[in-house]
């Protein structure tokens, strides 16, 4: 059987820090000097004035017209070119919705996300990807029907409540990427935990 591999889109195999870092500098919600991560920038959006909604108007932009600001996770484009050659088909499944909450631009986020991909080179030879290989779930639950639909042998996921969920299927090996170096959950003991897509790779075996 073809192993298959899922692997989430937002933070793990795109990366915002720098995107929202900008973003929240033009805002006026953090100094220049502060560090280019993205958890930091949510919680000085939170602390403004208008709290969770000076949030969601960051993410509207990140995700939808300043997305190609946004770069690739440190190796990954070389982690799928070694799970093309070992035989791996590779399938990138996002709980993503159409629009943002809060976005005047009404940009398509899962256009932008196709586009996105396709600008960073992702769709090629090398990769052994093409555009039929992006699946979008508007909730969680549908993104997790995907994965099942799609008979991925692993997914890899930087939020753990992916791999929380009910339907989320047995047979599929969970592996959560966490470059920040969260812990591993104790509620899911099967769950591989990767700081790189160079250990991703060590965990599957293509190094």
Not at 5 to 31: M, P, Q
Not at 132 to 137: A, K, R, V, Y
Not at 178 to 200: I, K, N, Q, T
Request: hydrophobic fraction near 40%; proline fraction near 8%.
């Amino acid at each position: 059987m073809t192993p298959r591999l899922g692997i989430d889109f937002d933070n793990t195999i795109i990366c915002y820090d720098a995107v929202f870092h900008r973003l929240a500098v033009e805002a006026g919600l953090l100094s220049p000097e502060a560090p280019p991560r993205q958890k930091a920038v949510r919680d000085a959006a939170r602390r403004s004035p208008e709290g969770d909604v000076a949030w969601q108007r960051l993410q509207g932009q990140a995700y939808g017209p300043r997305i190609q600001e946004a770069t690739p996770a440190p190796g990954i484009l070389a982690f799928l070119s070694k799970a093309r050659r070992a035989g791996f088909e590779v399938h990138i499944i996002s709980h993503k919705t159409r629009f943002a909450s809060i976005d005047p631009t009404g940009t398509d986020l899962q256009a932008a996300a196709a586009a996105w991909l396709a600008r960073h080179g992702f769709f090629s030879e090398e990769t052994g990807l093409d555009p039929s290989h992006f699946h979008c779930g508007v909730t969680r639950q549908e993104k997790v029907a995907l994965i099942r639909n799609l008979g991925c042998t692993h997914f890899v996921d930087d939020l753990v409540e992916t791999f929380r969920e009910a339907a989320f299927p047995s047979t599929v090996q969970p592996i959560l990427y966490a470059p920040g170096g969260e812990p591993a959950p104790e509620d899911l003991p099967h769950l591989w935990v990767a700081r790189s897509w160079d250990e991703v790779a060590r965990r599957i075996h293509l190094v």
